[in-house]
RNA sequence: UGGCCGAUGGUGUAAUGGUAACACAGGACAUUUUGGUUGUCUUAUUCAGGGUUCGAGUCCUUGUCGGCCAACCA
């Protein structure tokens, strides 16, 4: 128990370690933290990252975690993106103080900028963006005062009233703050902090004909909700001058910024552009397409939230460069799926086996538990007959060394049923084996085997009778290299052209019975979940993750 | 040729001046009516140089390498 708290305590990251520093201090008796995707696309497996870290770390500590969407930029947002981010947060099994929008502000940073201007401390700017661009300087250089720069505080007041009552057209003139044209950090140099653009809101409407930038709304609403620990990606980190600068300028709450790195996936991607992209461009069926890296397509893939936490719990928070392997992703869903899927035989690419003993017409009920993890999942009839199907690649003419599936004069256990020794086999003109012959060991059957024979083999089979047809797409990665930013050209020249494969496979008649969203494992062949697009005509079934292989491992070698 | 951030096994993360650890991946063996699971063992690590110190992955310094910064995006 002891030992328990102690490895606990030392597993914080660097940033709980800063809360746990600012609790023990009492600088805060009460910790606040924001959840803030802009609306303009589907959460991803880096968001998770996100949602697990500032989620987690107000259930760790003391205090809430607010939801605010940032939603300063009405040309690229949507409420559809709304809907899927607060119904992907609430799968990911966490809850949001309060749902908020940075639109929610609007009234009250425009006051923010009305008290900078009187404060001789923002200007309007007449500047093109070219212009503004040129003067800017580079980060070797000094960039030069606008021209507009020093108008009075009284000018300045009425033409921002006039951009708010939009006298002028789209980009004709910004708000910026007044800092230093010089200053070593880019960002400094005069920010925008308003913008003029006649578009629709999704919340506020036609309101409004301006707009803040993300820096003159984020850590103002920051500071509006009192959030203690304002936690963003490491591209951040140069804002945070800013960030500092208006809310000392502003002399509101004092909020914190903190950049941690965000966590990079291989063989896909995670830039929100990219998979808009993907999306658009037809490469997958929808932002939920089973092999994109978002959260709705994890879901639709078969993962679940626990073993997505897991993953962003093992991974960890840092501040440097990585790149994670999708393998781990892999594992925490295998470990999770083991305990709680339901096993199913179902045989993906079928040879015909006659058991050639086997009375004709007798169908024999055989019993296997649902779950050898878990017992109390309880037992399922299968029905077996004369005529079953065994995957092909359990059969072997000429078997190699290590092989200890079927071939002729071979035995192997069926899974739940009888030993069978295999006697024969017919092959057709092109020499492919159509049917293998065996005969069924007697007092062999599963569970009351009086035998005493021991098989090193155990086949997954189906009743050739009973077998029911059924969809299964097989995924696999959506990139055939590991980091495409890395590559040569057009990220898209690297999908990999074999990330589905769609085939017929032959079920036991109890899988017939599942429920949408539902995991099982089909024996030997890996983790599977019912997917939506199911119909009473036709089961399909997605490929969450093979199992652990290590006979095609060996076998390659 | 500016500034900021970073660098620990193949990957990710710890070690908070005092024995470089954990997980994944890899390898071996055992168990197994899933070549799954489980168990045991195992391979492999502090970017480089200099300095401070009884003692440095940790502090200082120089260098190297990588990331970020010149959108009216967030």
Redesign the pocket.
Known sequence: MITEEKKEE?????IE?IVEGDLQSGKYTQIITRF?P?PNGYLHIGHASSICLNFGLTKKFQGYTNLRF?D??P??EDTEYVESIKNDIRWMGFEWENELYASDYFDKLYEFAVTLISKGLAYVDD???EE??TL?????EPGKDSPYRNRTAEENLVLFEEMKNGAFP?????LRAKIDMAH????MRDP?LY???HAHHHRTGDKWCI?????F??GQSDSIETVTHSICT??????RELYDWLIEQLGIYPSQQYEF?RRNLNYTVTSKRKLLRLVQEGHVNGWNDPRMPTISGLRRRGYTPESIRDFCE????????????V??LE?CV??DL?KIAS?RMVVLDPVKVLITNFPEGVTEMCH?EN???DMGAGMREIPFTKEIFIEKEDFMEVPSK????LAPGKMV?L??AYIILCNDMIKNEEGEITEVHCSYVEN????Q?TTGINVK????WVSALHAAEVEVRLYDRLFSVEDVSSEEGDFQDYINPKSLEIITGYAEPALLEAKEGESF?F??KGYFAKDSDSNAARLVFNRTVT????????AEK
């Open positions: 030392k597993n914080l990251n660097f370690e803030p802009e940032d300063t930029n040309v690229t500047s093109t963006s503004i661009a800017k300087g580079t980060p070797t789209d980009g004709s003139r910004t070593i950090n880019m960002l925008i913008r003029i653009k707009y803040p930038m993300y820096d709304a984020h490491l591209e951040f980190a140069p804002h790195a093992r991974i960890g928070v840092a501040r440097r460069e990585n790149m994670i392997d393998g781990l594992f295998r470990e083991n096993r296997s779950n050898p993890e290590k092989y200890f599936r256990r899974k739940g062999s059957k599963s569970g085997d083999g155990t086949l997954h494992q024996l030997r199992l652990r292989d290590n006979w095609t491992k060996a």
